[in-house]
Nanobody, 122 residues
Framework: QVQLVESGGGLVQAGGSLRLSCAAT??????MAWFRQAPGKEREFVAA??????IHADSVKGRFTISRRSADNTVYLQMNSLKPEDTAVYYC???????????????????WGQGTQVTVSS
């Protein structure tokens, strides 16, 4: 069983930066990702990383960067140039059998963290 614990959310002004962390315990998983969900909206893909390859949603490309530290099975999301529309609960997700073509689909992930709130004020 894999447990995911996120940290690093908070309140920031537009244009500011935050770094989210997600520590995975239990065992190593091959794919880790970030999703977010704003009030009244569906959960949406933000970024994912697997074996050194990463992908970012168009809405965050150039502003957000996903990275992973294999030594302690932790994934990070560096968020720069934050906008009010980035406000959401951010969730860490992980899976061991992910197919690259499905990596942006939330329902294909087996493990989820509890979420961390990110609020960007204008």
């Amino acid at each position: 069983q894999v447990q995911l614990v996120e940290s690093g959310g908070g309140l920031v002004q537009a244009g500011g930066s935050l770094r989210l962390s997600c520590a995975a315990t239990g065992r190593t998983v091959s794919t880790m990702a970030w999703f977010r969900q704003a009030p009244g909206k569906e959960r949406e893909f933000v970024a994912a990383i697997r074996r050194g390859n990463s992908i970012h949603a168009d809405s965050v490309k150039g502003r957000f960067t996903i990275s992973r530290r294999s030594a302690d099975n932790t994934v990070y999301l560096q968020m720069n140039s934050l906008k009010p529309e980035d406000t959401a609960v951010y969730y860490c997700a992980a899976d061991d059998r992910m197919i690259w073509g499905l990596i942006q689909i939330a329902t294909h992930y087996d493990y989820w963290g509890q979420g961390t709130q990110v609020t960007v004020s204008s």
